[in-house]
């Protein structure tokens, strides 16, 4: 075996499943990391959920042979559990074996002076700059080969000749053949506009089926009394108000939009055309699944605070623009037309014919996103929006978390569609800081 991979506590929190992910070679888990995730196995959140899973699957690798001695895993790995070599480590290094991420390292250091290909894996960032004055290799855990900055953006600028902007405008189609691209992805945008000329610019969706380029959705009387300021923005509510796309996902930073976009689509959607029976609108308790009973009051009272930006949107878009004497979001939410609550309680649930948004998606992890985008039932729409810069989980990152997690691995499905806002258009000064601060 090449090399030997020692994992940390938060890497099992993160995957269960982490031990089968480094090919035919040797995977370390010392003992003190079993005792740190035994802490965890009675929470009802992802944490507890993952812990418990661990445990079951090292309880069936048990049933293998003796696991100090190493068992085979099913991917041609070798496991092995490492036990408590404090004695024997205090010669060798100064660090204080008392704490336990030192006695990871410890374990980790204990594998490099045996002559091992040693490499730490963990998703603690002091931990790793402690292996790197310790003399070990260390890594996150994860998808680490692209940057925050080259992941998909669901959308393209393209230099193409006036007179296929012509015809596009005519015939409503192009085909994408015609500007010279192979590699578009299922509903990617296209600015098209002509060389040196950004003025003179037509905007398109890939369609797969037609293997072109088509218009955008017509947006002239505005969708929920919001109109597109930008053109990111028009790419948004295309895939929000187009009943093909089943799952849509929104990045961008604080002000873009994203939230009051989906609410609106959704509403217009819901209310508006009648398409869906209801709207769901949730957001991600953070931590996801803590017991909502430490605030005082009843239900509603305890979801107040974790939901008050939803209820600013709705406050936004029914005090704002709907000042005709129709109903409020209230009068919504009495009828079963719209329901606003955490995701605490969705495993296990079935979703059919609702127009679904999780605000705040970059703080799911991998498996939780999978799990909500599982609920989907038949005619279910799902958005999830977020910001992969703003996450409050410590064991996710820009790269790993379920937002980004989902768009990357679902944007060759012709059910999908992924707008990236960088336009902040919530006031001067909220884009001024944004910037500046």
Known sequence: MDKTFVLDTNVILFDPQ?????????????????????????????????ARHFSRIIDDLRMKGHLVDG???????????????????????????????NIILGAALSCKEAGENTLLVTKDINLRLKADVMGIPAEDYGQRDVSADELYKGQRTVEVEEELINFFETEKFLPLR?????????????????????????????DQKKEGIVPLINLREGVWGVYPKNVEQQFAFDSLMNDDIQLVTLVGKAGTGKTLMAIAAGLEKTVGEEKYSRLLVSRPIQPMGRDLGYL????????????????????????????????????????????????????GR????????????????????????????????????????????????????????????????????????????????????????
Do not use: C
């Open 18 to 50: 982490a031990i089968n992910k480094f090919g035919k070679n040797k995977v370390v888990v010392p003992l003190i990391v079993i005792e740190e995730v035994d802490r965890f196995k009675k929470d009802q959140n992802e944490n507890g959920r993952n």
């Open 71 to 101: 068992v085979d895993l099913d991917n041609g790995g070798k496991l092995y559990l490492t036990v408590d070599t404090k004695a024997t480590l205090r010669e060798k290094t100064t660090i204080d074996l008392n704490v336990n991420d």
């Open 178 to 206: 015609d500007i010279g691209i192979e590699d578009a992805q299922p509903n990617e945008y296209f600015i098209m506009h002509l060389p040196g000329n950004d003025r003179r610019r037509a905007l398109g969706r890939y």
């Open 296 to 347: 005082p009051g009843d239900v509603n009272e305890k979801l107040g605070p974790w939901m008050q930006p939803i209820f600013d949107n709705m406050d936004f878009l029914f005090g704002q623009y709907r000042t005709d004497g129709s109903a409020s979001y209230e009068d919504l939410i009495n009828h079963g037309l719209l329901h606003i609550e955490p995701l605490t309680y969705i495993r």
């Open 350 to 437: 079935s979703i059919p014919g609702q127009y679904l948004i999780v605000d705040e998606a970059q703080n799911l992890s991998p498996h939780e996103v999978k799990t909500i985008i599982t609920r989907a039932g038949e005619g279910t729409k799902i958005v999830l929006t977020g910001d992969p810069f703003q996450i409050d989980s410590p064991y996710l990152d820009e790269v790993n978390n379920g937002l980004v997690y989902a768009l990357e691995n679902m944007k060759t499905e012709a059910i999908v569609g992924h707008t990236v806002l960088t336009q902040g258009e919530r006031s001067p000064l909220s884009e001024a800081a944004s910037h500046l601060l």
